[in-house]
């Protein structure tokens, strides 16, 4: 393979003018032997222009991460996809790591990717020598060759990093020749401060982090090895960072390599404390690990900590993951006396000193606010920052602190009272003041001498801020009232004048992160405070319409539960402004999905998927006005053909279910012609999303089902879906669904002239039982399928089985179908399963012209069909259960007092069983997969595909009783050598179950009766 002629192609990638061409002759290439081992010689030649190894580099990536893995061909597809070549892999393989170790940062962080997939696919069956090769590197003195082979030994521990403790034994086996030696290194490192040192000491730690993460490997860490480390970690946290640091700008500090050095020890202290270090609360495994864990480490190392924390107080620079992550760790310690004790003279200066100017509104808050408010409004909002932000530490610390040491909360109550009576306070601190309340809610309204004062703390000193000129504290404001939603107010005034400050501030506020506080404290109220509801009821509609206004402007998530919150809420209200406000929201999401940003933030997906969630939620509530749901369709079908116009299949499951939501009632002839928009569209994608398709198939069914059946195009589009599910490999529920909708037709269509479709319906699904079926609810779906044919027309069926060949065996499979029908007669399960199989066996022995095969299983006819009922009989005493309500009821007023002594430590019972149920799960599941055979049948009274219905599961439509009874007696009277073929097999015990079924069938008969009668 030519280089020159790569490199040409990769250097017009990065011209605009060239690109099309370049990307042409790349595409053109890779498939030939030798192309990936030649990219991976110009990533890391120092002889080409660095732009174009950066482009190899990620060219090379794309096409490991896609080609490396073999594949199978696709169902009926003679030719295998492409791969990169087993030789050509030898040869990434044998270079790789160098080219790792020698690449500049850019090219390496690519490389590494690479790598990662590698290991994921070949180690340890196909490259246990990566171990020997990163273990020669690692032998280097050279410093710059231990950062790449770090860069390498990380790959390796990522890929086993979330892998269950019994699946990690090839990384346990590497990391008993690498962790000593990474262990001597660091440690040897420690007092060179030195840039690339200090990068050497982080990738250490994120390698020994990413061991221990999920899993604590004790065969490694022993007690005398973790002591080492734990040393390790308390100097890289003790330690100063260079003086020369604090001339680099604030906003850039974090990103040094000794604040990040930092923060990994950091993480990796708090982790094992949380994880394996903290007695009471670690499973079984850990027990003693977590004793010694504590007695020798916690306080040591919580002494740094409270000492970083001084430095903060003292107004000393601290990165703010650092500051997190010193929180994060005492929030552990809080639980336990030992650390408690150390800890209990520094709470007061922590909680005033540290704790509360976190809380307080910022410079950098103000700044964000006057510059991008949709931005500040975007990261209040966001959960990924709650994970890093020192403010949520410092908070979730205040709480825990509260909730079980009785010394911190007067006094913090006491310390933010004092802010709040002071008039001429600074106004961040009165934000801080209420941040703290607020955040102390929970808590507060559980205790008798609190909860009684803060409905005058709200009028006295929330209620005023609404008039602030500062729209920070009329957001806090709102977002206290949002915090004690369920304060049960003595004063049905103040109650109003809350609901009216928030409506007023959604409705009339200029500033937007005032309005989305609003929004949320309002749905609150009005979800927690019956009165609150019938305050707005008559607002409604300016509510609404400003909602909108804000979810299209802020593209928030979090608004777009209000709004279903509140449709669900206000559902007769919603009737008048249904139609405008899904339009609006129409409107949003086309704005969303077209917008420039749309594929890079993950934001805007969550965003439109709750957009179409409360587009689906407004047509539950108003599905009953058919003259509004028609003219919500039009809305609706352009939503929907927006999304499969651009093919944006993560919202396929979303407009799945909008169709499904204007089909329940009526199909209007727009909705028919969707049908076949779906099926050109999904034939791509038919098997990921037939499951989701299910409800919306099922509605073309059996809502109008002449109309169905008056297009033959419609059962052909259904019937080719299924088809295509059943010879395909979607995986067997989508099998599942796909058998169960064709057994939905035949029983839909009984009378209504569908004989033509029955030999196609059944050959589909015998064909698919001739080749491998792992679950019982594939075989008895599939059998379900012909079982329903045979109760359409017997003759039709007969004829049909007879006349089926398949390739392995020339006879007909008459036979084969009825004696597999009889071995898992056991494995129908719920109500129509059984009813279906009764009905079914009934007809099959009723037949006049009975083929041989029936003859031959007389003897297991009628003890099968009462195994049945006896299954019957509990599913129907089951639903019975299960449809009785059962509610319990709280004490809401009862005090909670989760306070501990100073001197006791928190043992999290609950929390403890949580784990050990979890460890019984675990083994439970591990006894399963060992026989699968021993589950429990009563847990399975309704199976997952009842919920399509069909005219069997409608109320006395069809008795199974007495179909059964019926065709018995019938049988008796007209063919008494059959009636005595059929029950001579039975014991006495059985013949005692055949009466009762006898008794049982006149008792519903007179029920039904007396039922019309009533009726």
Known sequence: MDPNRIIQALKGTIDPNLRIAAETELNQSYKIINFAPTLL??????????????????????????????????????????????????????????????????????????????????????????????????????????????????????????????????????????????????????????????????????????????????????????????????????????????????????????????????????????????????????????????????????????????????????????????????????????????????????????????????????????????????????????????????????????????????????????????????????????????????????????????????????????????????????????????????????????????????????????????????????????????????????????????????????????????????????????????????????????????????????????????????????????????????????????VLQKHVIEFYEEVLSLAYSLTCQVISPNMWQLLGVLYEVLQQDCFEYFTDMMPLLHNYVTVDTVAFLSNPKNVEIIYNLCKKVLTGDAGEDAECHAAKLLEVIILQCQGKGIDQCIPLFVEAVLERLTRGVKTSELRTMCLQVTIAALCYSPMLLVHTLENIRFSHSAEPITAQFINQWMNDTDCFLGLHDRKVCIIGLSTLMEMQNRPEAVNAVAAQILPSLLLLFLGLKRAYASKVTNDQDENGEEDEDAEENEEIPSDEDDIREAGQQYLDMLEQHQVEEDEEEDDDDEWDEDGLEETALEGFSTPLDEDNNVDEYQIFTSALLRIQSVDAAWYQTLTAPLSEDQKKQLQEIFTLTEQRKNAAESKKIEG
């Not at 790792?100 to 990662?116: E, F, G, M, N, T």
């Not at 003279?345 to 950098?364: A, N, R, T």
């Not at 000129?469 to 005034?493: I, Q």
């Open 41 to 642: 010689q110009i990533i890391v030649s120092d002889q080409v222009e660095f732009p174009v190894r950066q482009a190899a580099a990620i060219y090379m990536k794309n096409m490991v991460t896609q080609y490396w893995p073999d594949r199978e061909a696709p169902p009926g597809e003679a030719m295998l996809p492409f791969n990169i070549h087993e030789n050509d892999r030898q040869k990434i393989r044998d270079n790789i790591v160098e080219g790792i170790i020698h690449s500049p940062d850019l090219i390496r962080s690519q490389l590494a990717v690479c790598l990662r997939a590698i290991i994921k696919y070949d180690f340890p069956g196909r490259w246990t020598a990566v171990v020997d090769k990163i273990g020669f590197f690692l032998q280097s003195p050279n410093n710059a060759s231990w950062l790449g082979s770090l860069m390498c030994l990380y790959q390796l521990v990522r890929t086993y990093e979330f892998k269950k403790a019994e699946e990690r034994d090839p990384l346990i086996a590497a990391m008993q020749i690498f962790l000593p030696r990474i262990q001597q290194k660091i440690f040897q490192l420690l007092p060179d401060s030195s840039q690339l040192s200090v990068l050497i000491q982080k990738q250490i730690l994120k390698i020994f982090y990413a061991l221990v993460q999920y899993a604590l490997p004790l065969q490694l860490v022993n007690k005398q090895t973790m002591t080492q480390w734990m040393e390790i970690f308390r100097t890289i946290i003790d330690r100063d960072v260079p003086p020369e640091t604090l001339q680099v700008d604030e906003d850039d500090r974090p990103e040094l390599v000794w604040w990040k050095c930092k923060k990994w020890a950091l993480h990796l202290v708090a982790r094992l404390f949380e994880r394996y270090g903290s007695p009471g609360n670690v499973t079984k495994e850990y027990i003693e690990f977590s004793e010694f864990f504590f007695k020798t480490y916690a306080v040591g190392i919580q002494q740094v900590l409270l000492k970083l924390l001084d430095q903060h107080r003292q107004k000393q620079y601290v990165a703010p993951r650092v500051l997190q992550q010193v929180l994060n760790y005492l929030n552990q310690g809080v639980n336990h006396s030992l650390t408690w004790k150390q800890m209990k003279p520094h709470i007061q200066s922590i909680s005033e000193e540290v704790v509360f100017p976190l809380m307080c509104y910022k410079d950098e808050d103000e700044e964000l606010w006057q510059e991008d408010p949709y931005e500040y409004i975007r990261m209040k909002f966001d959960v990924f920052e709650d994970h890093v932000s020192p403010t949520i530490a410092a908070q979730n610390f205040l709480y825990t602190a509260a909730k079980k040491r009785k010394e911190v909360l007067p006094k913090m109550m006491s310390f933010c009272y004092q802010i709040l009576t002071i008039p001429s306070e600074d106004p961040r601190k009165k934000d801080g003041a209420l941040h703290v309340i607020g955040s102390l809610a929970d808590i507060l309204l559980k205790k008798n001498i609190y909860k009684g004062q803060m409905e005058l703390i709200l009028q006295s000193y929330v209620f005023p801020l609404f008039n602030s000129e500062l729209g920070y504290l009329r957001a806090r404001a709102c977002w206290v009232l949002h915090s004690f939603c369920k304060l049960k107010f003595t004063n049905d005034l103040n109650l109003r004048n809350a609901v009216e400050l928030v409506k007023k501030s959604l409705i009339e506020d200029k500033e937007m992160p005032v309005k989305v506080e609003a929004a949320i404290a309002l749905q609150s109220f009005i979800s927690n405070q019956d009165q609150a509801k019938l305050y707005i009821k008559h607002s409604v509609r300016p509510v609404m319409q400003e909602l909108l206004h804000v979810v299209r402007e802020t593209e928030n998530d979090d608004l777009t539960n209000v709004i279903q919150k509140m449709i669900c809420e206000y559902s007769e209200e919603m009737t008048t402004i249904a139609v405008d406000m899904t339009q609006h929201l129409a409107m949003t999401f086309s704005k969303v999905l077209q917008s420039d940003a749309y594929e890079e933030v993950e934001d805007k997906t969550v965003m439109a998927m709750g957009i179409l969630n409360t587009i689906d939620t407004i047509l539950t509530v108003v599905e009953d006005h058919k003259e509004i749901t028609q003219q919500l369709e039009g809305i609706c079908l352009q939503v929907i053909g927006l």
